[in-house]
């Protein structure tokens, strides 16, 4: 029986399939090693608190997050589960929506995307580990009594203004040693351009990952 650093590989080979193979269905732009990413920083990081999304579109980044919050509380069976809070009013961005560039058939439908983030969750059993918050991102900050937050992860609108906004709204919010997720940094040059900003004018921010367009940052201590 194998054992040791060769089995801990094996192991989490096997977990990234198994997710992959359920989640890569839903609609999304989150590539599967990112999704990986964040479910293995929610179900293992040491640091204690909420995890959030700001952006959650039809479901894709929180059913990632949510399997790493189900496999924490299979590790832990006696503490009570923690639920991804996605933040998102759900309407879509402007190219989504029927006058838009590219408009979404949910959006088309239902002029919303909860429906489907919804049945998504619920197809894949994780509807104990999500929370969805119908809010604009900034309001549901003002409004935040979830407690200090462990994990952000910023995929929202991504313009420069609006990943500054994100940023500092929530950033009052996270625990000492927090972990600030961004992504689609070198592929939107709003996010990228703010992402590079913040760490270039924070000596203290590490940046701990880096998988595609994704970035992770550990927050001083």
Known sequence: M?????ALRLTALGE?????GAISSIPGWLHDAEGFAL???A??????????EIGSFKGRSTCWLASGLKRRAASDPGAKPAAVHAIDHFTGS????PEGTHPDPDIAAHGSTLPAFRANVARLGLGEFVEPVVSPSLAAAARWQGGPIRLLFIDGDHSYQASRADFHGWKPHLAPRALLCF????GWEGVTRFYQELIAANRSFTEVAAINSLRVVRMPG
């Open 183 to 186: 992504h689609d940094v070198n």
């Open 16 to 20: 990234f399939y198994a997710a992959a």
């Open 2 to 6: 194998l054992s040791g650093p060769v």
């Open 94 to 97: 402007p190219e989504h929506r």
């Open 39 to 41: 479910m293995t920083l």
């Open 43 to 52: 179900a293992h990081d040491e640091v204690r608190g909420a995890v959030v």
